[in-house]
């Protein structure tokens, strides 16, 4: 008797445990985060059906999780991020959690700390940062254009590397700057800011009125930017990398110019006409209007106007009383015809029988050009609850529209942090940066190329060419062709 009691016994407790065993699955995966794809540390993962079975994800992002068989749904969740469901489908799952921007109250940087921006009664504006770093611009002011209300950034160069004007609530002084006062991780900037990367930025506050302002004295007086840049964070070692380009081009219209030499001749033709004309007498010009048979010194009257300036197109011509009128050197005669021939008098348009011996080359061609843009950057971030550090490495080649204007830039940073205690913290920040510019004459008159394609005549060439047409070669440039300087003789 005793012996088939036991053995009953034995028998319902292997039946349990074999139902035990057949009843649970284990569940594996991996929870990242949608925006950098870094693993989500501490993020909960709770079963659905059975809510008491759930775990935190390890310092990878990994959890492994024993549930009974009828479990079907997994629950994932972490602050700062969407909760978002999932099937279990019997392998491995790999969730993504997206931000959730509207759960978290933003902070903005202030001159004693941080406060969340509902309990900040100043005027301040937090800048996305990920939006600045989304542009390929050479600096940081220039990325500031349109990211806040109230903040005008003015573009007075557009030379690469060169630094926007940046006001803040309009002009602050009449002398004076006008440009806020940087601040990068709680010490003025005054270092050219072209040599600051923007990918170092963590945090970005704009400072705007006396009350955020105060504790910077006059220098605020225009406002303050408040930098903050990227520490390591406990718990995980990140390794980042991020190559940006882009290029740099012309979007605004050309102004609507004449680039047909024969078109050029037709209207430097109608201007001498209308010297001759309008002109040509200068004091005697009310008895020209009120006698059309006055004549000119060489005895010629208005109605030979356009036929003298068919003639003297490529020559001297002679005005009343002596005075020389300028044509065009005949050395630009690019089809080697007599002027008188050149021009229709009759209807003021070229004579298309006459064909050029060469084609003067485009000083847009050889001003301008598609640039390009091309940024790197590499960041290396870990650490503990008591020590975290970070650091970087950039580097940015800008090649500019206009030829020979070009920057490149090369930063390197590195942040340390060590919390011995709760209350003490010591941190410590190295920055290198070295930047080289190159840029062209960009004058007021000629050596503005901007303004000189868009004033230069049709027919003068960049090269220079001989009677025949040919390109003269250069004897101090082996292979080189000889500019044209524009010579009179």
């Not at 301040?124 to 806040?148: H, P, Q």
């Not at 605020?220 to 995980?236: C, E, F, M, P, S």
């Not at 050009?369 to 970087?392: A, D, L, Q």
Request: hydrophobic fraction near 35%; include cysteine.
């Amino acid at each position: 008797m005793r012996k088939s009691l036991l053995f009953a016994l034995l028998l319902c407790i292997s039946i349990g445990v074999a139902w035990a065993q057949k009843k649970q699955v284990t569940v594996t995966g991996v929870v990242i985060a949608a925006d950098d794809k870094e693993p989500v540390v501490a993020a909960s993962v709770t079963c659905v059906e059975f809510p008491s079975h759930g775990v935190l994800t390890d310092v990878n992002g990994k959890f492994t999780l024993r549930l009974p068989a009828e479990a079907k749904t997994l629950k994932v969740s972490s602050i700062g991020y969407l909760t978002q469901t999932v099937a279990i489908t019997g392998q491995e799952l790999k969730i993504t959690l997206k931000n959730e921007e509207k759960s978290i109250d933003k902070v903005v940087v202030v001159a004693y700390g941080t406060q969340t921006k509902n309990s900040f009664t100043g005027s301040a504006a937090r800048i996305d940062v990920a939006s600045l770093t989304k542009k390929t611009g050479s600096n940081i002011t220039s990325a500031l254009e349109g990211a806040s209300p109230g903040v005008q950034v003015f573009t007075t160069s557009g030379q690469p590397g060169a630094a926007a004007t940046v006001q803040i609530r309009g002009i602050g002084s009449v002398n004076s700057s006008t440009s806020p006062l940087y601040v990068i991780d709680g010490v003025p900037y005054t270092s050219l800011l072209s040599g600051f990367n923007m990918a170092d930025v963590e945090n970005l506050t704009v400072l705007k009125d006396a009350s955020a302002t105060a504790l910077y004295g006059a220098r605020a007086a225009n406002g303050v930017v408040l930098i903050t840049t990227k520490q390591g964070k406990a718990g995980r070692l990140s390794f980042d990398a991020e190559i940006k380009s882009g290029i740099n081009v012309r979007y605004l219209p050309q102004y609507d110019v004449i680039d047909s030499p024969e078109e050029y001749m037709e209207v430097a033709y109608e201007a001498m006409k209308n010297t001759y004309e309008r002109f040509g007498l200068k004091d005697k010009l009310t008895q020209l209007y009120n006698n059309p048979n006055a004549k000119f010194a060489d005895g010629k009257t208005i109605a030979d106007a356009p036929k003298n300036a068919a003639d003297l197109l490529f020559f001297p011509g002679i005005l009343a009383g002596g005075e020389d009128a300028t044509g065009i050197w005949d050395h630009y005669n690019l089809w080697k015809a007599g002027s008188g021939q050149m021009i229709d008098v009759n209807t003021g348009k070229f004579n298309n029988s006459y064909k050029r011996l060469y084609t003067p080359e485009s000083w847009r061609d050889h001003i301008f050009r598609t640039g390009r843009i091309t940024e790197t950057n590499v960041r290396v971030s870990g650490g503990s609850e008591k020590v975290n550090f970070s650091s970087s490495l950039g580097y940015q080649d800008n090649i500019g529209y206009y030829i020979s204007s070009e920057f490149n830039r090369l930063n390197l940073r590195n942040n340390v942090t060590v919390r011995p205690t709760k209350d003490f913290k010591v941190s410590l920040g190295l920055a290198y940066s070295r930047s080289l510019a190159k840029s062209p004459g960009q004058g007021s008159n000629s050596n503005n190329g901007f303004q000189f394609v868009n004033q230069i005549p049709a027919i003068y060439p960049v090269f220079e060419h001989d009677e025949n047409g040919n390109l003269v070669n250069d004897p101090k440039i082996p292979g080189g062709k000889s500019y044209d300087y524009g010579q009179t003789s």
